[in-house]
Antibody, heavy 120, light 108 residues
Framework: EGHLVESGGIVAQPGGSLRLSCAAS????????MHWVRQPPGKGLEWVSL????????YYSDSVRGRFTISRDNSKDSLYLQMNSLRTEDTALYYC?????????????WGQGTMVTVSS | SYLLTQPPSVSVAPGQTARIVCGGN??????VHWSQQKPGQAPVLVVY???DRPSGIPERFSGSNSGNTATLTITRVEAGDEADYYC???????????FGGGTKLTVL
Protein backbone atom coordinates (compact mmCIF):
# COMPACT_ATOMS: atom_id res chain seq x y z
CA GLU A 1 0.00 0.00 0.00
CA GLY A 2 2.96 2.30 0.54
CA HIS A 3 4.99 4.33 2.94
CA LEU A 4 5.44 8.11 3.24
CA VAL A 5 8.10 10.02 5.18
CA GLU A 6 7.91 13.80 5.56
CA SER A 7 10.85 16.03 6.41
CA GLY A 8 11.84 19.67 6.50
CA GLY A 9 9.81 20.94 9.41
CA ILE A 10 11.56 23.50 11.62
CA VAL A 11 11.00 26.70 13.56
CA ALA A 12 10.65 29.61 11.13
CA GLN A 13 10.02 33.32 11.53
CA PRO A 14 6.88 35.07 10.31
CA GLY A 15 7.40 36.11 6.72
CA GLY A 16 9.98 33.41 6.20
CA SER A 17 10.10 30.46 3.83
CA LEU A 18 10.37 26.72 4.19
CA ARG A 19 10.30 23.67 1.93
CA LEU A 20 8.78 20.40 3.06
CA SER A 21 9.53 17.08 1.40
CA CYS A 22 7.71 13.76 1.38
CA ALA A 23 9.54 10.61 0.27
CA ALA A 24 7.33 7.84 -1.04
CA SER A 25 8.03 4.12 -1.30
CA UNK A 26 6.21 0.84 -1.77
CA UNK A 27 3.91 1.99 -4.56
CA UNK A 28 4.10 3.53 -8.04
CA UNK A 29 4.30 7.16 -6.95
CA UNK A 30 3.78 8.58 -10.42
CA UNK A 31 0.33 6.97 -10.69
CA UNK A 32 -1.25 8.91 -7.83
CA UNK A 33 -2.53 12.38 -7.07
CA MET A 34 -0.89 13.42 -3.80
CA HIS A 35 -2.03 15.69 -0.99
CA TRP A 36 -0.76 17.78 1.90
CA VAL A 37 -2.90 17.98 5.05
CA ARG A 38 -2.04 19.91 8.20
CA GLN A 39 -3.10 19.82 11.83
CA PRO A 40 -2.49 22.76 14.19
CA PRO A 41 -1.63 21.71 17.74
CA GLY A 42 -4.74 20.46 19.53
CA LYS A 43 -6.98 21.10 16.52
CA GLY A 44 -8.52 19.19 13.63
CA LEU A 45 -7.33 18.21 10.19
CA GLU A 46 -7.14 20.85 7.44
CA TRP A 47 -6.56 20.00 3.80
CA VAL A 48 -3.82 22.16 2.26
CA SER A 49 -3.17 21.19 -1.35
CA LEU A 50 -3.15 18.51 -4.02
CA UNK A 51 -1.17 17.81 -7.16
CA UNK A 52 -2.21 15.48 -9.95
CA UNK A 53 -0.05 12.54 -11.01
CA UNK A 54 1.50 14.48 -13.88
CA UNK A 55 1.69 17.90 -12.12
CA UNK A 56 -0.91 19.12 -14.60
CA UNK A 57 -3.34 20.22 -11.91
CA UNK A 58 -2.73 21.81 -8.53
CA TYR A 59 -5.28 23.07 -6.02
CA TYR A 60 -4.93 24.93 -2.75
CA SER A 61 -7.00 25.81 0.27
CA ASP A 62 -8.00 29.44 0.54
CA SER A 63 -5.72 29.88 3.56
CA VAL A 64 -2.52 29.06 1.65
CA ARG A 65 -3.27 29.96 -1.98
CA GLY A 66 -0.72 32.41 -3.30
CA ARG A 67 1.79 31.61 -0.55
CA PHE A 68 2.36 27.85 -0.84
CA THR A 69 3.36 25.86 -3.93
CA ILE A 70 3.00 22.11 -4.26
CA SER A 71 5.25 20.18 -6.62
CA ARG A 72 6.52 16.68 -7.25
CA ASP A 73 9.38 14.81 -8.86
CA ASN A 74 8.18 11.42 -10.05
CA SER A 75 11.74 10.36 -10.91
CA LYS A 76 12.61 10.74 -7.24
CA ASP A 77 9.27 9.50 -5.80
CA SER A 78 9.04 12.78 -3.94
CA LEU A 79 6.41 15.39 -3.09
CA TYR A 80 7.20 18.94 -1.99
CA LEU A 81 5.53 21.94 -0.40
CA GLN A 82 7.21 25.32 -0.77
CA MET A 83 5.90 27.60 1.95
CA ASN A 84 6.46 31.36 1.61
CA SER A 85 5.26 34.37 3.56
CA LEU A 86 4.77 32.20 6.61
CA ARG A 87 2.28 33.24 9.26
CA THR A 88 1.89 32.16 12.88
CA GLU A 89 -1.35 30.42 11.90
CA ASP A 90 0.64 28.10 9.60
CA THR A 91 2.03 26.42 12.73
CA ALA A 92 0.96 22.80 12.39
CA LEU A 93 1.96 19.20 11.86
CA TYR A 94 2.10 18.71 8.09
CA TYR A 95 1.17 15.33 6.63
CA CYS A 96 1.49 14.06 3.10
CA UNK A 97 -1.25 11.63 2.12
CA UNK A 98 -1.87 9.11 -0.64
CA UNK A 99 -5.30 8.06 -1.89
CA UNK A 100 -6.37 4.49 -1.22
CA UNK A 101 -6.75 3.97 -4.97
CA UNK A 102 -6.34 6.03 -8.12
CA UNK A 103 -9.13 8.53 -8.54
CA UNK A 104 -10.18 8.42 -4.90
CA UNK A 105 -10.01 11.16 -2.29
CA UNK A 106 -9.95 8.69 0.61
CA UNK A 107 -6.50 8.88 2.20
CA UNK A 108 -5.32 5.33 2.63
CA UNK A 109 -1.71 6.14 3.51
CA TRP A 110 -0.42 8.97 5.69
CA GLY A 111 3.11 9.89 6.69
CA GLN A 112 4.06 10.47 10.31
CA GLY A 113 4.05 14.25 9.77
CA THR A 114 6.65 17.00 10.09
CA MET A 115 6.17 19.89 12.51
CA VAL A 116 6.32 23.48 11.34
CA THR A 117 6.42 26.19 13.99
CA VAL A 118 6.17 29.82 12.90
CA SER A 119 7.22 32.12 15.69
CA SER A 120 9.34 35.20 16.25
CA SER B 1 -17.57 26.86 0.76
CA TYR B 2 -18.92 23.44 1.70
CA LEU B 3 -19.13 22.81 5.44
CA LEU B 4 -19.15 19.53 7.34
CA THR B 5 -20.49 19.62 10.88
CA GLN B 6 -19.62 17.01 13.51
CA PRO B 7 -20.46 16.95 17.22
CA PRO B 8 -17.33 17.73 19.27
CA SER B 9 -17.75 14.67 21.45
CA VAL B 10 -19.60 11.37 21.78
CA SER B 11 -19.47 9.11 24.82
CA VAL B 12 -20.44 5.45 24.97
CA ALA B 13 -20.03 2.55 27.38
CA PRO B 14 -17.96 -0.48 26.36
CA GLY B 15 -19.98 -2.99 24.37
CA GLN B 16 -22.51 -0.41 23.26
CA THR B 17 -22.96 1.21 19.84
CA ALA B 18 -21.46 4.59 18.97
CA ARG B 19 -22.90 6.71 16.18
CA ILE B 20 -20.93 9.70 14.95
CA VAL B 21 -22.75 11.98 12.56
CA CYS B 22 -21.44 14.32 9.90
CA GLY B 23 -23.82 16.94 8.57
CA GLY B 24 -23.60 18.74 5.25
CA ASN B 25 -25.92 20.23 2.67
CA UNK B 26 -27.13 17.30 0.55
CA UNK B 27 -24.14 15.26 1.70
CA UNK B 28 -25.95 12.19 0.41
CA UNK B 29 -24.95 13.27 -3.09
CA UNK B 30 -21.27 13.18 -2.14
CA UNK B 31 -18.85 10.39 -1.26
CA VAL B 32 -17.87 10.37 2.39
CA HIS B 33 -14.76 8.94 3.99
CA TRP B 34 -13.99 8.50 7.68
CA SER B 35 -10.63 8.50 9.45
CA GLN B 36 -9.65 7.61 13.01
CA GLN B 37 -6.84 9.42 14.80
CA LYS B 38 -5.46 8.30 18.13
CA PRO B 39 -3.33 10.66 20.25
CA GLY B 40 0.14 11.19 18.83
CA GLN B 41 -0.59 9.12 15.72
CA ALA B 42 -1.35 9.83 12.08
CA PRO B 43 -4.95 9.33 10.93
CA VAL B 44 -6.09 5.90 9.73
CA LEU B 45 -8.83 5.38 7.16
CA VAL B 46 -11.66 3.31 8.65
CA VAL B 47 -14.47 3.77 6.11
CA TYR B 48 -14.28 4.92 2.50
CA UNK B 49 -16.84 5.50 -0.23
CA UNK B 50 -19.60 5.98 2.36
CA UNK B 51 -19.69 2.41 3.62
CA ASP B 52 -16.67 0.33 2.55
CA ARG B 53 -13.98 -0.82 4.95
CA PRO B 54 -10.26 -1.01 4.15
CA SER B 55 -8.62 -4.33 4.78
CA GLY B 56 -7.76 -4.79 8.43
CA ILE B 57 -10.57 -2.61 9.74
CA PRO B 58 -12.99 -4.61 11.92
CA GLU B 59 -16.55 -5.24 10.74
CA ARG B 60 -17.67 -3.33 13.81
CA PHE B 61 -17.02 -0.15 11.80
CA SER B 62 -19.66 0.79 9.23
CA GLY B 63 -20.88 3.87 7.43
CA SER B 64 -24.00 5.23 5.82
CA ASN B 65 -24.85 8.40 3.93
CA SER B 66 -28.21 9.87 2.99
CA GLY B 67 -29.87 13.24 2.77
CA ASN B 68 -27.99 15.77 4.86
CA THR B 69 -26.28 13.32 7.22
CA ALA B 70 -23.53 10.73 7.00
CA THR B 71 -23.02 8.38 9.94
CA LEU B 72 -20.12 6.32 11.21
CA THR B 73 -21.38 3.47 13.37
CA ILE B 74 -19.14 1.49 15.70
CA THR B 75 -20.77 -1.55 17.28
CA ARG B 76 -19.51 -3.39 20.37
CA VAL B 77 -17.29 -0.44 21.25
CA GLU B 78 -13.94 -1.24 22.85
CA ALA B 79 -11.56 0.89 24.88
CA GLY B 80 -9.19 0.86 21.93
CA ASP B 81 -11.75 2.69 19.79
CA GLU B 82 -11.26 5.85 21.84
CA ALA B 83 -9.99 8.41 19.32
CA ASP B 84 -10.88 11.42 17.20
CA TYR B 85 -12.94 10.67 14.12
CA TYR B 86 -13.06 12.86 11.01
CA CYS B 87 -15.45 12.79 8.08
CA UNK B 88 -14.23 14.02 4.70
CA UNK B 89 -15.60 14.76 1.24
CA UNK B 90 -14.43 16.14 -2.09
CA UNK B 91 -16.08 19.46 -2.91
CA UNK B 92 -16.07 19.39 -6.69
CA UNK B 93 -17.46 22.92 -6.95
CA UNK B 94 -14.21 24.30 -5.54
CA UNK B 95 -11.80 21.40 -6.14
CA UNK B 96 -11.15 21.14 -2.42
CA UNK B 97 -11.01 18.32 0.08
CA UNK B 98 -13.16 19.23 3.10
CA PHE B 99 -12.81 17.75 6.58
CA GLY B 100 -15.34 17.86 9.36
CA GLY B 101 -14.19 19.39 12.62
CA GLY B 102 -13.73 15.99 14.23
CA THR B 103 -15.52 14.09 16.99
CA LYS B 104 -13.79 12.82 20.10
CA LEU B 105 -15.12 9.39 21.02
CA THR B 106 -14.83 8.65 24.72
CA VAL B 107 -15.33 5.11 25.99
CA LEU B 108 -16.72 5.38 29.50
Amino acid sequence: EGHLVESGGIVAQPGGSLRLSCAASGFTFGDYTMHWVRQPPGKGLEWVSLISWDSGATYYSDSVRGRFTISRDNSKDSLYLQMNSLRTEDTALYYCAKPSRMGSYAFGVWGQGTMVTVSS
Amino acid sequence: SYLLTQPPSVSVAPGQTARIVCGGNNIGSKTVHWSQQKPGQAPVLVVYDNSDRPSGIPERFSGSNSGNTATLTITRVEAGDEADYYCQVWDSSRDHVVFGGGTKLTVL
